[in-house]
């Protein structure tokens, strides 16, 4: 039984409330872009109240026959590895299935839940899945894949034990089958779908609402967005509210969350704020702890928006204004919401520096500020708050900064600066982030060699120091099991690589070493690599003789400009997949083809 500890933490981007039962089993939400635990529960009477927790599962080693149906489950289908952050984790020589990634456990060691959302799965469910084999399954979440338009599997009405189901923005299409009405546990069922107005993947005909739902009397929450329904309720019509936000929804006091937020393109808003301002809106919404206002349209009053929100919401935890046509600076009125814990301003013109006091903000844990026009030097201190799980300030040219000190028992798993002004090196007490597993830090002025303690980094998945000044050799990966994509290109990185650098980084997909001065022989680990996708090693010193490859995916290998020489390895052209061959200014020789 999942042991449940109340915590002011929320680390969710999402833009829903999703209903769950008393018992508050780990339904993850779709839009979560860290893999936290912290949930948002809702509970349903006369009135909505939403709490916020954090929980701690407590599961048991991993059964057998479960590992078993996963890895059979992981081999059926189809999807990215390289923009992987569950999937690839789940690797058939591990101990314990329950530690992988997007895998919930009882504590009899039993899968009772799976988080699959935004893993690029493409396809590989069908009614003979294996996955419809895991009779325990209580939260299953497919959303933000791409199923390629294809009809969702009748057999997904045979896990009896789910709870909660999440197939949302998954490009499902057809028919909603009848076989879901059998889902008689079910409290959350998602189908909702995103495309242009006018565009229906999914139906409700034969069964229709009624019929589907007629057995689901546990159902608390129900998402059908986008879904066709107008055989069976001709007087139900999809529609978009637009215009002006009424001032009316200020007299709902009682409110905890609002969410008005809209996805539509860069630059379209829908609804704007301007009679009532943000201010009027919130002024008397004083219980507000969560608003998401993406995408709409505050430039009438961009530069009291901080005041506003200061004033009236003492208890907001979660603020997500996307886009909203906001000015600068940022008001020190904005250091009352000491409950802050996400934060996401991106896409707006502030053109301010970021102040000190976010450092007191120690409830923090999502900062995003992307392309902001954020000016001065960036607060090192912010990096050092203990909750922090993921920071973007990247696309800001005119801010600098350099990196921290970093203390250990840190929450950072995803630190991306990448397109700014940051500058000096990489800090060894970066090792200290045991959970990093991201780091994009291209296109600045970082220098100084690259600190051997990243070798500490096990769940590093995704590394970009491309387009800096760094210096020296490149140390090991080796225990970075996880690693997806290595891009190191365009720095002053020399020396010889060893020929087994690369070897049990089974997941990588793409490495790119371009422009920088590495010597030596061609490291031959690269080349019986299982998944890599892509190999750029041009403009460097490499010598000597080309490896033989043994490549399956390989699609782009570019050797060229270096000090290459001999016979162009025959297994090169034996490449199925390969798509790109670039091996011109070497000294090498063949027939090709």
């Known amino acids: 039984m999942p042991q449940i500890v109340a915590h002011e933490e929320v680390s969710l981007v999402a833009t829903r409330v999703r209903f769950s039962k008393y018992k508050l089993k780990p339904f993850l939400e779709r839009d979560k872009r860290v893999s936290v635990s912290a949930l948002k529960v809702a509970k349903v009477s006369n009135f909505i109240s939403i709490i916020w927790v954090d929980t701690i599962l407590v599961s048991g080693q991993c059964q057998i026959n479960h590992q078993m149906i996963l890895i059979h489950f992981k081999n059926e289908l189809q999807f990215d590895s390289s923009l992987s952050r569950k999937l690839v984790t789940w690797n058939p020589n591990a101990t314990d299935c329950c530690s992988w990634g997007g895998v919930t456990c009882s504590i009899n060691g039993q899968v009772i839940g799976l988080d699959l959302s935004n893993e690029m799965i493409s396809g590989g469910i069908n009614d003979s899945s294996v996955l419809f084999g895991v ?32 197939l949302s923005y998954s490009r499902f299409s057809g028919q909603i089958p009848e076989q879901l009405s059998q889902l008689t546990r079910l409290e959350v069922l998602d189908l909702s779908s995103r495309f242009p107005y006018g565009i229906h993947l999914l139906k409700l005909e034969n069964p229709s609402l009624a019929t589907l739902v007629r057995n689901l009397t546990r159902l608390r929450g129900l998402y059908m ?104 600076p940022l008001d020190e009125s904005l250091q009352k919401l000491q409950s802050l814990s996400v934060l996401r301003l991106n896409y707006n013109g502030l053109n301010a520096p970021i102040p000190d006091f976010f450092a007191n903000f120690k409830n923090l844990t999502i900062l995003n500020l992307v392309d902001c026009n954020l000016i001065g030097t960036f607060p090192k201190n912010v990096l050092q708050l203990q909750k922090l799980q993921s920071l973007d300030l990247s ?65 590093l998945s995704y590394l970009d120091l491309s387009s800096n000044k760094f210096i020296g050799k490149i140390p090991s990966f080796k225990p970075c099991k996880n690693l997806t994509h290595i891009d190191l290109s365009r720095n002053g990185l020399s020396g010889i690589i060893p020929s087994d650098h690369f070897q049990d980084l089974h997941n990588l997909v793409k490495v790119n070493l371009r422009i920088n001065g590495f010597n030596g022989s061609v490291p031959s680990s690269l080349f019986s690599l299982p998944n890599v996708k892509q190999i750029d090693l041009s403009n460097n010193n490499f010598d000597g003789l080309l490896p033989n490859s043994s490549i399956p995916l390989l699609e782009w290998l570019d050797l060229s400009s270096n000090n290459l020489k001999g016979e162009i390895p025959r297994s090169f052209f034996e490449l199925g997949q390969l798509s790109v061959l670039l091996l011109s200014s070497n000294n090498l020789s063949g027939v090709i083809g």
């Open 135 to 166: 009779k325990n399954l209580e939260s299953l979440n497919l959303a933000e894949n791409n199923f390629n338009f294809t009809k969702i599997p009748t057999r997904f009405g045979s896990l009896a034990s789910l709870l909660y189901l999440n």
């Open 395 to 459: 696309i800001n040219r005119n801010l600098n900064g350099s990196l921290p000190e970093f203390p250990v028992n840190r929450a950072l798993q995803s630190l991306v600066i990448s397109g700014t002004n940051f500058y000096g090196g990489i800090p060894e007490s970066i090792g200290n982030l045991k959970n990093l597993y991201q780091i994009e830090l291209h296109t600045n002025n970082f220098s100084g060699g690259i600190p051997k303690s990243m070798e500490n980094l096990t769940q």
């Open 225 to 328: 967005d986008n879904v066709n329904m107008s055989d069976s309720y001709k007087i139900w019509k999809f529609s978009k509210f637009s215009g002006q936000i009424p001032e009316q929804l200020s007299q709902l006091t009682r409110l905890e969350v609002l969410d008005l937020s809209s996805r539509f393109p860069y630059g379209i808003h829908l609804l704007k704020l301007e009679n009532p301002s943000l201010a009027t809106l919130v002024r008397n919404l004083t219980r507000l702890r969560g608003l998401y206002m993406d995408n709409v349209n505050m430039s009438s009053h961009k530069l009291d928006w901080s005041q506003g929100l200061s004033s009236s919401l003492p208890n907001l935890e979660v603020l997500s204004l996307f886009n909203c046509q906001l000015s600068g």
